[in-house]
């Protein structure tokens, strides 16, 4: 069985597969008479000709070391998550190679960032660890088919 090591997530580490959602170092703007800092568009919707949608995803948790055996993307849109509890989580993805799953890579977030998977990222599928979460998710609604799943031999994610 294959063995990854989950690492930190950064901007750069992450950019092949999307944007990361978290405050700039500064705010683009202050709006509501100063009181509020406006981090302008973090990430884009690629929505391919169906609704942005706003969801909320419960998800059961996992813990560390965790044995993944389904990937899956979106080739229609893109889907953002953004955690709604004070905990880090998983976020497991792969290059597309000749449309099946590379290597995958593992990341920790750490507790108030999202991630926007862009269209056709092959990733794992929501993983809290160690206890049940919430997350804002925006995604696609529309015409077409916009799952892709490939069960895959079981690899490991460990810390």
């Known amino acids: 069985m294959t063995t990854i090591k989950a690492t930190p997530i950064t901007a750069g580490a992450f950019a092949p597969f999307g944007e990361l959602l978290t405050p700039k ?8 008479e100063g009181r509020c800092e406006r981090h302008h568009a973090l990430a884009t919707v690629q929505r391919g000709g169906g609704e942005a949608i706003i969801s909320i995803f419960r998800s ?4 560390l070391p965790h ?5 899956e993307r979106h080739p229609l849109g893109s889907q953002a998550f953004m955690p709604l509890g004070p905990d880090p989580w998983l976020s497991v ?4 190679e ?10 920790l977030v750490p507790a108030g960032m999202g991630i926007n998977l862009r269209a056709g990222v092959w990733h794992g599928v929501l993983t809290p ?9 925006v995604d696609r609604e529309g015409d077409g088919v916009n799952l892709e799943e490939v069960r895959l031999p079981p690899f490991t994610i460990t810390a």
């Open 60 to 63: 059961q948790p996992v813990s």
């Open 93 to 96: 993805v792969a290059p597309d």
């Open 98 to 107: 000749d449309g099946r799953p590379g290597a995958p890579l593992a990341f």
């Open 25 to 32: 170092p500064g705010p683009d703007r202050l709006i509501n």
């Open 67 to 71: 044995e993944c055996v389904l990937l």
């Open 129 to 137: 660890l160690d206890r049940a979460a919430d997350f804002l998710v």
